[in-house]
């Protein structure tokens, strides 16, 4: 298999960064972004420029995202896989998370996000070599499709990327061959809920009965149980192998789990009001 060349957001943590590490392992080719380009000092020093790239992306900037990517194409040619990840949490009740903190998450989770895959679909389309298409791995989360206490405006970030990106796929013309997926995760031991900003319980919910507070008491003091990030990525890469790559990939137990559990609920409240939606027509 010829290298491919993979371009890489949120490169410094996470998934960004151990996908990086396996795409170089691999002895494929990798541009990797972020804000801090710093942090990959000592991997950039162990591998030549002709198998990695790095940059300083800020993803709520436009006109930073069209010059990583021209930086990318006039270093290697072409871009083959776009792994679209930069993004972050925030860990509160809706009524206590500032709006300006929450605008800000949907400015790299939503907005950001979605100016990479517009960005990978123009270049897919119009510098790759002819018919070569590429690959577009956006991540988001379980939450998106089963949102949860203390994470609503994370989750709505991710949902929203998720509507996006669905609606992008249906869009393509077959014929540009570009492949499209979201890579819904589940728990894993990555340092997205350390990093994430956490806010206090609001005073109206500061009470010992409520769910949110057994659930803060929860993630204070139980030990981590979630999934290991390099697996993970090694499915990850192999996607990009697939001839027919799914629209969905969900890693993790517990995120497959909350997809059955969300249609299991959407289903049962379809059933029992489904004669609300009767004789709604118009009547000559």
Do not use: C
């Not at 950001?112 to 897919?124: H, K, L, M, P, W």
């Not at 119009?126 to 994470?151: C, D, K, Q, Y």
Request: aromatic content about 8%; proline content about 5%; cysteine-free.
């Amino acid at each position: 298999m010829a290298q491919r060349v993979w371009f890489i957001t949120g490169a410094s943590s996470g998934f960004g960064r151990s996908l990086l590490e396996l795409v170089l392992r691999k002895g494929e080719i990798a541009v990797a972004t972020l804000r801090k380009p710093e942090v990959l000092d000592e991997l950039k020093t162990s591998h030549s420029s002709d198998k990695l790239l790095v940059l300083k992306l800020d993803v709520t900037k436009k006109a930073e995202i069209k010059e990583a990517f021209g930086r990318g194409l006039e270093t290697f040619g072409r871009i083959d896989v776009v792994f679209n990840n930069a993004g972050y949490g925030i860990l509160g009740e809706v009524e206590g998370t500032p709006e300006d903190d929450a605008r800000k998450m949907f400015d790299t989770n939503f907005w950001g996000a979605a100016n990479v895959s517009q960005e990978a679909v123009r270049i897919f389309r119009e510098r790759n070599p002819a018919g070569s298409g590429g690959r577009l791995f956006v991540t988001s989360s379980m939450v998106a499709v089963h949102p949860t206490l203390l994470v609503g405006y994370y989750s709505a970030s991710k949902a929203a990327i998720d509507s996006l990106t669905q609606a992008l796929k249906e869009e393509l013309d077959p014929e540009w061959n570009i492949k499209v997926t979201l890579i819904e995760s589940g728990s894993f031991e990555t340092s997205g809920r350390d990093n994430a900003s956490h806010f206090p319980p609001y005073p109206a919910y500061d009470k010992p009965h409520l769910t949110t507070t057994k659930l803060r008491e929860i993630i204070k003091n139980t030990p981590s149980r979630r999934g290991d990030p390099e697996k993970a990525v090694d499915r990850i890469y192999d996607l990009a192998g697939l001839e027919d790559p799914p629209m969905r990939l969900l890693l993790g137990k517990d995120a497959i789990g909350r997809l059955r559990a969300q249609q299991v609920n959407l289903l049962a409240d379809a059933e029992k009001y489904e004669s609300w939606s009767e004789g709604l027509g118009f009547t000559d």
